[in-house]
């Protein structure tokens, strides 16, 4: 299990964090829009002018490996790779 705490826009922390646990170049990866929205998850725990961060966590499927992130800004990797089948 893996976790990471940022300053850094969630999106990038997050390839980031899962490259460096598979010992890949991020550009490796598959982007990260395929599975979610990179930017409405940057700004999903942004503070603003008009409201404090909002407090609670997102979990998803990315790059064989479950992905919570927290409102704090840490990126935690919840397993190990998983195994994606191939079709027949």
């Given at each position: 299990?893996s976790?990471?705490a940022?300053?850094q826009?969630?999106?990038?922390?997050?390839?980031?964090?899962?490259?460096?646990?598979?010992?890949?170049?991020?550009?490796?990866?598959d982007?990260l829009?395929?599975?979610?929205?990179?930017?409405?998850?940057?700004?999903?725990?942004?503070e603003?002018?008009?409201s404090?961060?909002?407090?609670g966590?997102i979990?998803?499927?990315?790059?064989?490996?479950t992905v919570?992130?927290?409102?704090?800004?840490t990126v935690?990797?919840?397993?190990?790779?998983?195994s994606v089948?191939?079709?027949?």
């Open positions: 299990m976790s990471t940022t300053h826009p969630l999106s990038q922390a997050i390839v980031e964090t899962i490259a460096e646990n598979e010992d890949v170049d991020p550009l490796a990866l982007p829009y395929e599975v979610i929205d990179p930017d409405a998850l940057d700004s999903l725990f942004t603003t002018n008009r404090p961060r909002s407090d966590k979990t998803f499927e990315y790059a064989g490996h919570v992130v927290n409102s704090d800004g935690r990797l919840a397993d190990e790779p998983t089948e191939e079709p027949l």
